[in-house]
């Protein structure tokens, strides 16, 4: 099952969206349990009753007088409106904090739960690794003679970790400093299929975030009827199914590629050959039923190639 990382000011929340029966009754339920406990206690989160896949956004607001303003995050409720996951307090300020998650209409559910002065229990050290070399250190750098570009730092840590060269492809320039469409100036990367953003305003992992290429390339066609068996997203107004939808779900989802911007359509691409392709916010997804096997028989548009030729 899908899984999808949250945090919140001075608070790393994983919403593992894991089966939650749903309430028969009643409006969307929010629950923080335990409701109480020193910094390091592991805060269990569930929330029913949303309406199946849809479309949310949480944030965690910390005691009066936190100093960050925390942002909304977007996530996806499971296919039976629910999620569940856990907030780990440890190291963070004693204080009330409250749990807010919002749907697209702007309705609030809020939870809340407090940290004590104190400490939990320490857990007990992990047992040494029995036999075997203990493995090496992860590199500070990767290179690659294909491109003659190297990654590293948390670049190389949100590439390793999101798809590596199948999802993100190589890098296709070094970092630099570039002004971005909110008007100001970031540390970028260029990949083959994305332009990695450093965002030290946000607290990891959402210092890295994607641009969203997919918008500038083919804006949003407008929205289409929800089609029998597909998923729909309301927040865009468009189906995602088959083949692309398993793809979607397995390899990033929501924080990886976005909402999809257009159903399923066909478009003569770069090589002049015509293929079924969707568009999503960071993404361009192609079929490419000529490859044998099905592992590559979806594969994703060189963005990043074609915005930094634009530069």
């Known amino acids: ?61 910390g005691p009066a007088g936190s100093a960050n303003t925390p942002s909304l995050v977007p996530f996806l409720a499971d296919e039976d409106g629910s999620f569940r996951g856990n907030v780990d307090s440890a190291g963070r300020a004693p204080g009330d904090y409250r749990l807010e998650v919002l749907n697209g209409a702007g309705a609030v559910t809020v939870a809340t739960f407090t940290i004590t002065g104190g400490a939990a229990p320490t857990p007990p050290p992990p047992s040494p690794p029995t036999g075997g070399p203990t493995p090496p250190p992860p590199p500070s750098a990767q290179c690659f003679e294909e491109t003659g570009q190297c990654i590293q730092g948390r670049f190389l840590a949100y590439w390793q970790a999101h798809g590596g060269l199948a999802i993100n492809g190589y890098p296709i320039s070094d970092e630099m400093r570039e002004t971005l469409e909110d008007g100001q100036q970031y540390t970028v990367q260029y990949f083959e299929r994305v332009r990695m953003e450093y965002h030290p ?111």
């Open 1 to 61: 099952m899908s899984k999808a990382n949250f945090r919140g000011v001075g608070l790393l929340l994983v919403l593992a969206l894991l089966f939650v029966p749903r309430p028969v009754l009643g409006a969307p339920t929010l629950t923080v349990s335990p409701s109480s406990g020193p910094a390091g206690t592991l805060f269990v989160v569930t929330g029913t009753g949303f309406k199946p896949s849809e479309p949310l956004f949480y944030r965690v607001v």
């Open 201 to 311: 305003e946000n607290d990891a992992p959402y210092d890295v975030l994607l641009g969203q290429f997919g918008r500038r390339i083919h804006p949003a066609d407008p929205p289409a009827a929800q089609a029998p068996g597909a998923r729909y997203f309301s927040a865009t107004g468009h189906n995602l199914g088959g083949s692309f939808r398993a793809y979607w779900e397995a390899n990033g989802d929501l924080a990886q590629f976005g909402y999809p911007l257009t159903e399923e359509i066909t478009e003569r691409l770069e090589d002049g050959n015509e293929y079924r392709v969707q568009y999503f916010e960071r993404a361009r997804f192609e079929h490419h039923p000529e490859n044998p096997d099905p592992q590559y028989q979806v594969l994703l548009g060189q963005f990043g190639r074609r915005i930094l030729s634009q530069r």
